[in-house]
């Protein structure tokens, strides 16, 4: 059994359930039963907890909604379109500036990382919105004439009112001559911000592929890189890569994405996804459609990121295969010399996760690379098929949660006393307060990039800095 897999010392499977019984001490007897299989010790294998269930109403939960995960995943990081927020202006304004998809252009010119929104007020509530989404979609292509296309993502009041956007898209879209895509995203859909990324993988399958095809010739080499959203420049850190081993990436969804080749990746020879919960949607549908096969890797920490080039050159022929092993030979090097400043300084300390999408699991290695390990881990709004790729990749006995409360996720930080905790903005300054390291790993704590070989010496430079900072020493948390 390797390092990773074995039991950290001092936990055991009773041990873990111990802790998992008190934090729930506090609860009624029906919010005990709602909960209680969403927490557990780590079985090795399998989902282990239930997940994509509506959260209990009165637990403090950090999850999202339909319309974040529409508009601050998929569709925002697009950098040629305007997307527009039709809505009350609070839910626009909020979900644009949560995470870093940094897009290359001038702004304004051939990048459109700006807020649009309609800003619904009472009357819009009592007579509709329609005619003022028209006008906004008119003066947005008025403003930006070089936007190859316009996305309408509509917030909760625009459900409730029954407000038409698809039909007043479909008259936009002739009547301004460029793809005008409506996204029926109110937040209230669902149970977390997971169906915002169905939805949206839905409209782009409805609206955008399949329209385009690419002007450079057809290789054998074509690629799409799949759920990466660039956040701290982690697509300009991947795409190099793939280059380096002879891959052509004709499109990236949706980091620095751009809607034409986005709309020809029907045409490419392999998908390969990176954030499966946001992405997994569109990688089927273009196999069952267009015959297209998809693989998934993971390009945190150079463990995985050595295994992922390896499985990804399987796909290819042997000249890639030869690149692939070139290009690890040359990074190997590199990548132990940041593991030999950082490892001594890093060797046995903990780490506790609870994030979305696919960090509670690609991290792991990561953190092992650097001779740390993940005692603790969950997240916000995976499904079961994510807990069956997570179990095996976390020790045996340790926590995994689902969709956990502040009051849990805080429980388990006195229990355990992780040397790190990587999570979001809603947990930060708690574990700060309470003299934890913490690292913001929604949006790389505005460091970044990563992913990948440029990556992982900035992951653990900020790691270190984090946990072996001496301002901890200063802090007296008053509980």
Same mark, same amino acid.
């Given at each position: 059994?390797?390092?990773?897999?074995?039991?950290?010392?001092?936990?055991?499977?009773?041990?873990?359930?111990?802790?998992?019984?008190?934090?729930?001490?506090?609860?009624?007897?029906?919010?005990?039963?709602?909960?209680?299989?969403?927490?557990?010790?780590?079985?090795?294998?399998?989902?282990?907890?239930?997940?994509?269930?509506?959260?209990?109403?009165?637990?403090?939960?950090?999850?999202?909604?339909?319309?974040?995960?529409?508009?601050?995943?998929?569709?925002?990081?697009?950098?040629?379109?305007?997307?527009?927020?039709?809505?009350?202006?609070?839910?626009?304004?909020?979900?644009?500036?949560?995470?870093?998809?940094?897009?290359?252009?001038?702004?304004?010119?051939?990048?459109?990382?700006?807020?649009?929104?309609?800003?619904?007020?009472?009357?819009?509530?009592?007579?509709?919105?329609?005619?003022?989404?028209?006008?906004?979609?008119?003066?947005?292509?008025?403003?930006?004439?070089?936007?190859?296309?316009?996305?309408?993502?509509?917030?909760?009041?625009?459900?409730?009112?029954?407000?038409?956007?698809?039909?007043?898209?479909?008259?936009?879209?002739?009547?301004?001559?460029?793809?005008?895509?409506?996204?029926?995203?109110?937040?209230?859909?669902?149970?977390?911000?997971?169906?915002?990324?169905?939805?949206?993988?839905?409209?782009?399958?409805?609206?955008?592929?399949?329209?385009?095809? !690419?002007?450079?010739?057809?290789?054998?080499?074509?690629?799409?890189?799949?759920?990466?959203?660039?956040?701290?420049?982690?697509?300009?850190?991947?795409?190099?890569?793939?280059?380096?081993?002879?891959?052509?990436?004709?499109?990236?969804?949706?980091?620095?994405?751009?809607?034409?080749?986005?709309?020809?990746?029907?045409?490419?020879?392999?998908?390969?996804?990176?954030?499966?919960?946001?992405?997994?949607?569109?990688?089927?549908?273009?196999?069952?459609?267009?015959?297209?096969?998809?693989?998934?890797?993971? !390009?945190?920490?150079?463990?995985?990121?050595?295994?992922?080039?390896?499985?990804?050159?399987?796909?290819?022929?042997?000249?890639?295969?030869?690149?692939?092993?070139?290009?690890?030979?040359?990074?190997?090097?590199?990548?132990?010399?940041?593991?030999?400043?950082?490892?001594?300084?890093?060797?046995?300390?903990?780490?506790?996760?609870?994030?979305?999408?696919?960090?509670?699991?690609?991290?792991?290695?990561?953190?092992?690379?650097?001779?740390?390990?993940?005692?603790?881990?969950?997240?916000?709004?995976?499904?079961?098929?994510?807990?069956?790729?997570?179990?095996?990749?976390?020790?045996?006995?340790?926590?995994?949660?689902?969709?956990?409360?502040?009051?849990?996720?805080?429980?388990?930080?006195?229990?355990?006393?992780?040397?790190?905790?990587?999570?979001?903005?809603?947990?930060?300054?708690?574990?700060?307060?309470?003299?934890?390291?913490?690292?913001?790993?929604?949006?790389?704590?505005?460091?970044?990039?990563?992913?990948?070989?440029?990556? !992982?010496?900035?992951?653990?430079?900020?790691?270190?800095?984090?946990?072996?900072?001496?301002?901890?020493?200063?802090?007296?948390?008053?509980?």
């Amino acid at each position: 059994m390797s390092e990773l897999k074995k039991h950290v010392e001092g936990i055991t499977k009773e041990s873990t359930q111990a802790m998992i019984d008190h934090a729930m001490e506090i609860y009624p007897d029906k919010v005990k039963k709602k909960r209680a299989p969403h927490l557990a010790p780590n079985e090795g294998e399998g989902a282990c907890v239930k997940s994509n269930r509506k959260t209990v109403p009165g637990i403090m939960s950090a999850r999202g909604c339909a319309y974040a995960g529409a508009k601050g995943v998929v569709w925002g990081p697009i950098r040629d379109m305007v997307h527009v927020s039709h809505g009350p202006v609070g839910c626009g304004w909020y979900s644009w500036g949560t995470r870093r998809n940094l897009m290359s252009g001038i702004n304004g010119v051939n990048q459109f990382a700006m807020q649009f929104t309609s800003d619904f007020q009472e009357k819009d509530i009592v007579y509709g919105g329609d005619k003022k989404l028209k006008t906004l979609l008119a003066e947005a292509h008025d403003l930006f004439p070089l936007a190859k296309g316009i996305s309408v993502l509509s917030e909760c009041p625009v459900g409730l009112i029954g407000d038409d956007i698809n039909s007043v898209a479909k008259i936009a879209s002739v009547e301004l001559d460029i793809p005008v895509i409506p996204c029926n995203c109110e937040g209230f859909r669902g149970v977390s911000q997971s169906l915002g990324h169905h939805i949206s993988n839905d409209t782009i399958r409805d609206h955008i592929i399949g329209t385009r095809e !690419f002007a450079e010739p057809e290789s054998p080499y074509d690629i799409a890189l799949i759920g990466d959203y660039n956040i701290g420049g982690d697509v300009w850190s991947v795409k190099p890569l793939l280059e380096e081993i002879g891959l052509n990436v004709k499109a990236v969804w949706t980091g620095d994405g751009e809607l034409e080749k986005i709309a020809a990746t029907h045409k490419v020879k392999l998908n390969i996804i990176h954030c499966y919960r946001s992405m997994n949607y569109m990688c089927r549908v273009m196999e069952e459609k267009y015959g297209i096969p998809w693989v998934e890797f993971n !390009f945190f920490g150079p463990t995985k990121i050595r295994e992922s080039l390896r499985k990804i050159a399987e796909h290819f022929d042997d000249s890639i295969k030869e690149k692939v092993e070139a290009v690890i030979a040359k990074y190997d090097p590199i990548m132990q010399a940041v593991i030999d400043e950082y490892r001594p300084r890093l060797e046995g300390k903990t780490v506790m996760l609870y994030v979305g999408g696919l960090r509670p699991r690609h991290t792991v290695n990561a953190y092992a690379d650097l001779g740390m390990t993940v005692v603790g881990s969950g997240y916000e709004f995976a499904h079961g098929d994510d807990y069956e790729r997570t179990s095996p990749e976390m020790p045996e006995a340790t926590v995994i949660f689902d969709d956990a409360s502040e009051h849990e996720l805080e429980e388990f930080v006195n229990a355990l006393r992780p040397d790190l905790v990587g999570s979001g903005i809603k947990e930060k300054y708690l574990f700060q307060k309470m003299g934890i390291p913490f690292r913001q790993m929604h949006s790389w704590d505005y460091s970044g990039p990563y992913h990948a070989y440029n990556g !992982f010496p900035i992951f653990a430079r900020d790691v270190d800095m984090a946990v072996n900072s001496p301002t901890w020493n200063l802090v007296k948390a008053p509980f």
